[in-house]
């Protein structure tokens, strides 16, 4: 299933959303049902997308978007920034202020220019109603052809396979990917209105550039992998070329906060790639490049985790100390150590390190997570669980700390506490039937009235959400 049939199926099943919510009249939606659409957009995402929730990735992301987002006069939603594991090329928004980033481009970028770039131009998008206009046009198509191209997709999800194929196939299909992509006219003041937050935000705007022109490359390089970006956000060649001349154009002033390759997006790009990327790809990559180059302390780091997730971790103990040498007492190098010997299972080697890191960056989630752990199976459960409510406390979306915090808790006999932690963790994996055991247990255990009253109110939730869903699939 391909991220671009995704891709529409959520534009289709918020199109037919908005019918009920707009008159046919309409000519766009208003900023609150752009919001309460959202929801319905970002529920169809979350179901068949894979989100990244690691805060060194998110909080990051976020940084840079609300930097841009901080500029504008007066802006029109709260937005929030998404990235989607995936290696495909792509970029988009949704209703009311939801950007959303695939992990595939991110990992293409050399720095966080190109980062700037290209979420100026999505906030360009939210900020100018482009998303509105896009729905509002897309309309005229009958109502009973969206409901079968969407039922396609979710066929295609579902497993349906050719029978989505057949629906999403051939001029209907481009037809329908015409009628939801950006115009030229929209992606050409997209740009425009980007290279102004950009401007205004601190960055030289070349970032976006220099993206464009990789996804370029990458669409003449390999046909068949066509950027989905490409196919969303029409005529690169021409914004290519009207960004160029703009940014020759524009007057040459010196930006004094605009860090070109930041340590911030390479110690991201460095996670991103060590943990998400194409294992056996990173590896050859970093392993030629510390051949190559045995004083790139970067390329020695990332090496030394894709070892680790390959599970050499002797090797990768041996990678992460060599950079330890020239950095020492790098926090993040602690770190790493320590979550290597964490994952051998040396729980007092690993200890001593992440105890070491984690006096130097206590906010460091998960750095957190790696000493909670270790803690937990070393039977300081009392320390494990103080240090995962910390995590939680600064980082409520890190969904795998909730897991963890429940077991802990279990442990030291809080049994109601546990099992709402662990329904927690569970709604938040969209496996709601789990949760909801959790929760009924959780409630048995409690003895708290307002302890109570949480429980039942989280229950009642999700026990709705689950019989509304029943009833619109019989």
Not at 49 to 62: G, K, M, Q, S
Not at 329 to 352: N, S
């Amino acid at each position: 299933m391909s991220v671009l049939r995704k891709l529409i199926g959520v534009w289709l099943i918020a199109i037919l959303v908005v019918g009920h919510l707009t008159p046919q009249a309409a000519l766009g939606l208003t900023v609150a049902e752009e919001e309460k659409m959202a929801r319905s957009f970002l529920g169809f995402i979350f179901k068949h997308f894979e989100i990244i929730e690691d805060p060194a990735v998110v909080n990051y992301v976020n940084k840079i978007g609300n930097r841009i987002v901080a500029r504008l006069d007066e802006p029109l939603f709260h937005y929030r920034f998404y990235v989607i594991n995936t290696h495909t090329y792509n970029a988009f928004a949704i209703p009311a202020g939801y950007i959303f980033i695939n992990s595939g481009l991110l990992m293409a970028m050399d720095d966080e220019e190109e980062l700037a770039g290209i979420l100026g131009h999505e906030i360009a998008h939210v900020n100018a109603r482009h998303i509105s206009e896009r729905i509002a046009r897309s309309k005229k198509i009958g109502w009973a052809r969206l409901a079968g191209m969407a039922a396609g997709v979710l066929m295609g999800l579902a497993g349906g396979g050719d029978a989505a194929g057949a629906v999403m196939s051939g001029s209907q299909a481009a037809a329908q990917t015409a009628e939801l992509s950006y115009s030229r006219e929209n992606e050409i003041q997209a740009d425009q209105l980007g290279l102004i937050y950009l401007d205004h935000a601190g960055y030289e705007g070349d970032g976006l550039l220099k993206i464009l022109k990789t996804m370029r490359a990458k669409q003449w390089y390999d046909s068949n992998q066509v950027p989905t970006y490409l196919m969303t956000h029409p005529a690169i060649d021409a914004r290519i070329a009207y960004i160029d001349g703009q940014l020759d154009a524009a007057p040459k002033t010196p930006k004094s906060k605009s860090p070109k390759s930041s340590v911030e997006f390479q110690r991201v790009l460095t996670h991103l790639m060590t943990q998400y990327g194409d294992e056996n790809l990173v590896l050859r990559e970093t392993e030629a490049a510390v051949k190559n180059n045995p004083a790139d302390l970067v390329a020695r780091h990332r090496y030394g985790l894709i070892l680790a997730r390959i599970g050499r971790r002797e090797e990768a103990i041996d990678q992460l100390r060599k950079v330890l040498e020239k950095r020492a007492f790098d926090p993040y190098v602690l770190r790493d150590i320590g979550h290597v010997y964490l994952l051998d299972g040396k729980y007092q080697q690993a200890l001593k390190m992440l105890k070491t890191a984690r006096n130097m960056k206590p906010d460091d989630a998960e750095c957190g997570l790696f000493l909670g752990q270790t803690q937990l199976e070393l039977g300081a459960f009392d320390d494990a669980t103080a240090v995962f409510l910390e995590v939680v406390k600064k980082n409520p979306g890190y969904t795998q700390v909730y897991y963890f915090l429940g077991q802990s808790l279990g442990k030291q006999g809080d049994l109601a506490d546990a099992h709402y932690y662990l329904a927690v963790y569970h709604a938040r994996k969209r496996d709601f039937q789990t949760a909801v055991v959790q929760l009924r247990s959780a409630l048995k255990h409690a003895k708290d009235p307002e302890k109570k009253a949480k429980i039942e109110k989280a229950l009642k939730q999700i026990e709705d959400g689950l019989a509304k869903a029943k009833k619109k699939s019989e």
